[in-house]
């Protein structure tokens, strides 16, 4: 079997080129010298003298070469290696060698930069980890678990020495890694978690294979917290509003009792009787008036869901309002999957609001439309009133700016709506002073 020929390296070409290079001038000299009829030493020192210099020459521009691709072969390791605190001399502009030390040291600086911009962000993503409330997990395209955060590991009740490395099957979340992406997790897919539980799963890309990370969220907590928000406000609003009719009540039966006891008693003390109990049973029916409506927001039936007409339906509620002709604005014909009484309730209650939110209610101008998009349909109640002062307490329970109202109408609206999975907007038109109400409910679900 031949053997293959051996390259040269390009040190080695390098050599042989320069010292083919000099063979002719090497050539001659020693044709000279030998055949000139010179002294035996001068021909000897001559020849030593002519070889030395052709090898040296040929050694030095071998080393020339071999060096700087030494130290450019040296440098690129070290930035392999990640090290990126070596640098190269003689990085000189307009000259080939030094403009590509110079490009080396260059990428030197960059890959430093980019690897402290990483430990910085590394670093930082680690703390954000630490102290973040949901637990985190990471799993590769085995489903080996790969990052847990410390709200993990207290999930699990496990430290990460004893997870990490591990499949998820052992350690209880196989479950999670399949199915729905974004869910409520029953009881039994966290046996040693308390309370309610959201997952949420997203698939990145780590060395080209796919990983999983999965969240955790305590839904439990903030939950808590809205009900205890929700009762505080409740307290607050009932407080309030008891202690408006219950004050003066107190006050007329005091002054009533005074008036009773005093001998002898004025002369009008009959009138002032009859007046002050008047006034104790106005206050005692504005404060029934108040609980049966909040009896009526707490009590709302769950919709019956049947077809309906919603043309017919606009037109029936707006033919109750007495006071002014509400305009209906041509639209699409739309058959409604919903609970008619109750959607025709939350119409008759916008509508009213639009009416009264005007200063002359006689001059007021109120439209109706509905339009249709996608898998929905809108249903705009416009008014020229005054417009929304109190945004942030429109939906508040009890809250109402007006002298007689309740704070029930807009939260009952509001409720109808997301039982129907729909949704109730009001905001102050652009175009002219006002309010546009939107009742936004699905077509196909009630």
């Known amino acids: 079997m031949p053997k293959r020929s051996r390259k040269l390296t390009h040190d080695q070409t390098i050599f042989a080129y320069c ?236 002054t009533l009792g005074s008036a009773m006891d005093r001998k002898p008693r004025r002369q009008d003390w009959e009138h002032d009787m009859q007046s002050g109990l008047g006034i104790i049973a106005a206050r005692a029916e504005n404060l029934e008036r108040f609980l049966q409506g909040y009896t009526r927001l707490a009590r709302l039936p769950p919709p019956q869901a049947a077809p309906c007409d919603l043309p017919a339906l606009l037109l029936r509620a707006a033919a109750l309002e007495q006071r002014i002709e509400v305009e209906i604005l041509p639209g699409p014909p739309i058959d409604l999957l919903a609970d008619g009484p109750q959607i025709e309730h939350a119409v008759i209650n916008l509508v009213k609001n639009a009416v009264e939110a005007s200063p002359d209610q006689r001059a007021a101008k109120v439209r109706i439309s509905w339009r249709k998009s996608a898998g929905s349909v809108d249903i705009w109640i416009e008014d020229e009133g005054a417009g929304i002062a109190e945004t942030a307490n429109l939906f508040v329970p009890f809250f109402t700016t007006k002298p007689e109202g309740s704070g029930i109408g807009l939260v009952l609206c509001q409720q109808i709506a997301e039982n129907h999975g729909g949704s109730l907007e009001l905001f102050n038109r652009s175009d002219r002073t006002g309010c546009i109400a939107i009742l936004r409910l699905p077509l196909q679900r009630a």
């Open 19 to 254: 010292l083919v290079g000099g063979v002719p001038a090497v050539a001659l000299s020693l044709v000279w010298v030998w055949g000139g009829g010179h002294s035996p030493e001068l021909r000897g020192t001559v020849t030593l003298l002519v070889l030395g210099a052709w090898l040296g020459f040929a050694a030095a521009a071998r080393n020339r070469v071999a060096r700087p691709l030494q130290t450019m072969s040296n440098l690129l390791l070290a930035l392999r290696e990640g090290d990126f605190s070596f640098r190269a001399r003689g990085a000189r502009q307009r000259d080939p060698l030094g403009d590509a030390l110079a490009e080396i040291n260059g990428l030197g600086d960059i890959l430093q930069t980019q690897r402290r911009g990483a430990l910085e962000a590394t670093a930082l993503l680690t703390a954000v980890m630490k102290e973040i409330d949901v637990a985190i997990f990471t799993f590769d395209a085995d489903g080996v678990l790969r990052l847990v955060n410390p709200a993990g590991q207290a999930l699990l009740g496990q430290p990460a020495e004893r997870l990490l490395g591990r499949d998820a099957n052992a350690i209880g979340l196989a479950e999670c890694l399949e199915g729905e992406p974004d869910r409520i997790l029953s009881p039994a897919a966290l046996p040693r978690a308390i309370g309610r539980w959201n997952m949420r799963r997203t698939t990145f890309r780590e060395d080209g294979r796919p990983h999983q990370l999965v969240v955790f969220g305590d839904l439990s907590r903030p939950l808590r917290e809205e009900q205890l928000k929700a009762w505080q406000r409740l307290v607050r609003v009932l407080g309030h509003e008891l202690n408006n009719s219950l004050a003066p009540i107190k006050s007329i039966a005091a």
